[in-house]
């Protein structure tokens, strides 16, 4: 995931609007959807952030397409070493421990 992207299946305005019935709280529900790359990174939904040049992706398209053609590159690299079989079965493992909550031992 870029550095300076989000992901939500949501917008925090839309979530305003149903949570306080006002767009007035976007703030808060951006906070609360976690949906930066570093929170998508802490939640273990993302496999890494991609570094985006000095001032943003908007700023140097180039370098970005770049950036992110050695990132698919290497983890292709990677993941053809394996199997489809295992490709799979990795596949299925990380999206099934998504959103599932342990508790912390007190």
Request: hydrophobic fraction near 40%; charge should be neutral; glycine fraction near 4%.
């Amino acid at each position: 995931m870029l550095e300076n992207t989000w992901y939500s299946v949501i917008s925090p305005e839309s979530c305003s609007s149903i949570l306080w019935r006002s767009w007035s709280f976007k703030e808060t529900a951006a906070a609360a959807l976690k949906l930066t790359a570093d929170d998508m990174s802490k939640n273990g939904l993302i496999d890494g952030m991609i570094k985006e040049p000095v001032g943003g992706a908007h700023r140097n398209q180039l370098a970005t397409f770049e950036t992110v053609k050695q990132e698919i590159l290497k983890h292709l690299a990677t993941l053809k070493k394996l199997s489809p079989e295992e490709r799979i079965n990795q596949r299925i493992d990380k999206f099934s421990a998504m959103g599932v909550v342990h508790e912390l031992d007190a």
